[in-house]
């Protein structure tokens, strides 16, 4: 039986929630012996010989134990996740999204109304609500270490990674996102950016329009 879209959104911020719990246990095991010695040779010889290092230690650590308090809330309770502050309506629109799916491919899930990341469902928006299209490449000395296709949306950024993809597969990605989201415009220019603000803007005007609507 496939899961529902809730489910897949939910699965995804636990396993990203069990990764960062296991880093911070990994920063906890590294460096909590480390910022136990810096403080036994603080209290023995001083704070000055030692402060360096016992401020560098101690901060790894607390930031470790920081990790895993806050993963270990997600792991338990996954609608308390910032994925789904930031979107209160996620959960309904990845089960709308597959219940009702016309497209997947490697990147894509598509819906006549939404459009996801197929490797991260949380990266999802109506389709209405994409505005811009691009891609983006980050480079190293010279040598390409970043390239993915973004999508920006009324709140937030959709990334697809196209480092080793052709271009005539970029190109038919980039085709199929412009044909499903009817206000996305292609490129990063100066009037792409000033376009994309505008329409935030007048999506943020919409939804507080939204709220301040009574209900009859």
Sequence with gaps: ??????????????????????????????????????????IRDGFEDYSVMFIFFAAILALGIVLIVINKKKVNDPTQSGVIKRNPNILEMADELIDNKVYEDQFLILSPRIIA?????????????????????????GVVDTKQLKLETAHGMMGFNIIRKKDEEVDFLMRNVLAHCRYARAGYTKESLAYLNQMRELWKKDQAAKTNTPNI
Aim: glycine content about 8%.
């Design 117 to 141: 990341n197929a490797l991260d469902i949380t990266q999802i928006s109506y389709t209405d609500e994409v505005f811009l299209v691009y891609v983006y490449i980050h480079r190293t000395n």
């Design 1 to 42: 039986m496939d899961k529902k879209g809730s489910e897949l959104v939910l699965e995804k911020i636990r396993k990203s929630a069990h990764n960062g719990m296991v880093a911070g246990i990994v920063l906890a095991v590294l460096f909590g012996p480390v910022s136990l010695f810096g403080i036994f040779m603080t």
